[in-house]
């Protein structure tokens, strides 16, 4: 049996049982895209991401992942769109140049990667219109707000009225990633259902977040303080959820977080399915 993603006539989702009825091996695991940041190691260049994000799609998805250089116009798009069953956009040291929702200067020091956000920004819209799952986090999930429209507070904790979101850097890894809040999940939206619980506490490594949420985004998730913590789209023909947290984090120690992955995989399988 294939755990499918469905869109229903009020624009709503859920998930529901079918048979695996078309070709697709019971062992072929879906080829799921992971997008890459840009870094100087010494003299070369270097594209790259976190093991930590590969090990989710792995082990939380049970997929086959496929790193996606940040080539901006020099990928490929639409060869990749047609060989993958999904996309994750990860987390990243970079923040989104404001420049594409039309903030203000970043503050000095800020870390920026160009050749990301050429690469991310036209594919994150190109592949929810195609009907490619999609899954974002933190980075991710601040490009996919910038993408519908939306704008992001750059630096949370000069703004005033919101939690401290930032993590210690001087705290051990495994501490950083620990449960850091609360999230209240919205009734009977698709974190929700996917989930199958009211609230979750999550890890909090991020200094920018939501400002103006995005055209055609849903809250699925927010902090004590008011801040989105996780987005679906609306009217996306397949499964398109954006999260500010970790749950690649250690994700099979972590139901909640293992719930996500397992229902992005869901959504990939489904799709290799109908294109098998």
């Given at each position: 049996?294939?755990?499918?993603?469905?869109?229903?006539?009020?624009?709503?989702?859920?998930?529901?049982?079918?048979?695996?009825?078309?070709?697709?091996?019971?062992?072929?695991?879906?080829?799921?895209?992971?997008?890459?940041?840009?870094?100087?190691?010494?003299?070369?260049?270097?594209?790259?991401?976190?093991?930590?994000?590969?090990?989710?799609?792995?082990?939380?998805?049970?997929?086959?992942?496929?790193?996606?250089?940040a080539l901006g116009e020099r990928l490929a798009t639409d060869q990749l769109l047609d060989t993958v069953d999904?996309?994750?956009?990860?987390?990243?040291?970079?923040?989104?140049?404001?420049?594409?929702?039309?903030?203000?200067?970043?503050?000095?020091?800020?870390?920026?990667?160009?050749?990301?956000?050429?690469?991310?920004?036209?594919?994150?819209?190109?592949?929810?219109?195609?009907?490619?799952?999609?899954?974002?986090?933190?980075?991710?999930?601040?490009?996919?707000?910038?993408?519908?429209?939306?704008?992001?507070?750059?630096?949370?904790?000069?703004?005033?009225?919101?939690?401290?979101?930032?993590?210690?850097?001087?705290?051990?890894?495994?501490?950083?990633?620990?449960?850091?809040?609360?999230?209240?999940?919205?009734?009977?939206?698709?974190?929700?259902?996917?989930?199958?619980?009211?609230?979750?506490?999550v890890n909090s490594l991020h200094t920018q977040g939501v400002d103006r949420l995005g055209a055609g985004l849903r809250a699925e998730a927010t902090a004590a303080d008011?801040?989105?913590?996780?987005?679906?789209?609306?009217?996306?023909?397949?499964?398109?959820?954006?999260?500010?947290?970790?749950?690649?984090?250690?994700?099979?120690?972590?139901?909640?977080?293992?719930?996500?992955?397992?229902?992005?995989?869901?959504?990939?399988?489904?799709?290799?399915?109908?294109?098998?």
């Amino acid at each position: 049996m294939l755990l499918l993603y469905e869109k229903l006539n009020n624009n709503e989702f859920m998930y529901v049982i079918h048979y695996r009825l078309q070709t697709m091996s019971s062992t072929q695991k879906p080829l799921i895209g992971i997008t890459c940041c840009t870094d100087q190691l010494g003299l070369h260049p270097f594209h790259i991401v976190g093991e930590k994000y590969i090990l989710g799609i792995v082990d939380g998805a049970d997929g086959l992942p496929l790193l996606i250089p940040a080539l901006g116009e020099r990928l490929a798009t639409d060869q990749l769109l047609d060989t993958v069953d999904g996309l994750m956009f990860t987390g990243s040291p970079s923040n989104v140049e404001p420049h594409h929702y039309q903030g203000p200067a970043s503050a000095e020091g800020t870390r920026h990667d160009p050749k990301r956000d050429a690469t991310t920004l036209p594919l994150i819209k190109t592949a929810i219109d195609r009907g490619i799952p999609v899954l974002c986090i933190c980075r991710g999930f601040q490009e996919m707000n910038v993408v519908f429209g939306g704008s992001l507070h750059q630096r949370l904790h000069e703004v005033g009225g919101y939690i401290e979101h930032r993590e210690n850097k001087e705290q051990p890894v495994a501490v950083q990633y620990g449960p850091a809040h609360e999230v209240k999940l919205e009734p009977g939206g698709l974190l929700q259902r996917i989930a199958g619980r009211n609230s979750a506490q999550v890890n909090s490594l991020h200094t920018q977040g939501v400002d103006r949420l995005g055209a055609g985004l849903r809250a699925e998730a927010t902090a004590a303080d008011g801040l989105i913590e996780a987005f679906s789209v609306v009217d996306s023909p397949a499964f398109a959820l954006g999260v500010q947290w970790h749950p690649e984090w250690q994700v099979c120690d972590n139901p909640f977080y293992l719930s996500l992955f397992q229902a992005f995989g869901d959504a990939c399988r489904a799709r290799a399915a109908r294109h098998s």
